[in-house]
Nanobody, 131 residues
Framework: QVQLVESGGGSVQSGGSLTLSCEAS??????????FGWFRQAPGNSSEGVAA???????NYADSVKGRFTISQDKAKNMLYLQMDRLEPEDTAMYYC???????????????????????WGQGTQVTVSA
């Protein structure tokens, strides 16, 4: 059973930094590639794909976070990270880790901020940025 557990959320002032972590478990060894993503949702807003990464390390970012957020992974530890710098009040939201695995190779840049690419989701971690 696949499980994703996020941690690292909290409250910071505008301009500050936070690092979110996501521990993944339960993926079988038959899978050849995967997508990992970070999504966020603020009250009253729709979900937004923030960043994504595949097994080869290819990344995609939403325009709203490019240059400020960095997605990374530690395959040995089954960990996914989101380094968030120069945080703004508009970044306040619940952040979710998402994943899916694939039996075959993926086209370059396939993993994106589209929710339909992900079948597994964590419970979320809250990020609050004050002005």
């Amino acid at each position: 059973q696949v499980q994703l557990v996020e941690s690292g959320g909290g409250s910071v002032q505008s301009g500050g930094s936070l690092t979110l972590s996501c521990e993944a478990s339960g993926f079988g060894y038959d899978y050849k590639n995967y997508c990992f993503g970070w999504f966020r949702q603020a009250p009253g807003n729709s979900s937004e794909g923030v960043a994504a990464i595949d097994g080869d390390g290819t990344t995609n970012y939403a325009d709203s976070v490019k240059g400020r957020f960095t997605i990374s992974q530690d395959k040995a530890k089954n960990m996914l990270y989101l380094q968030m710098d120069r945080l703004e009040p508009e970044d306040t939201a619940m952040y979710y880790c998402a994943a899916d695995a694939f039996l075959g190779p993926l086209p370059y840049g396939y993993c994106s901020g589209s929710r339909v690419q992900y079948n597994y989701w964590g419970q979320g971690t809250q990020v609050t940025v004050s002005a």
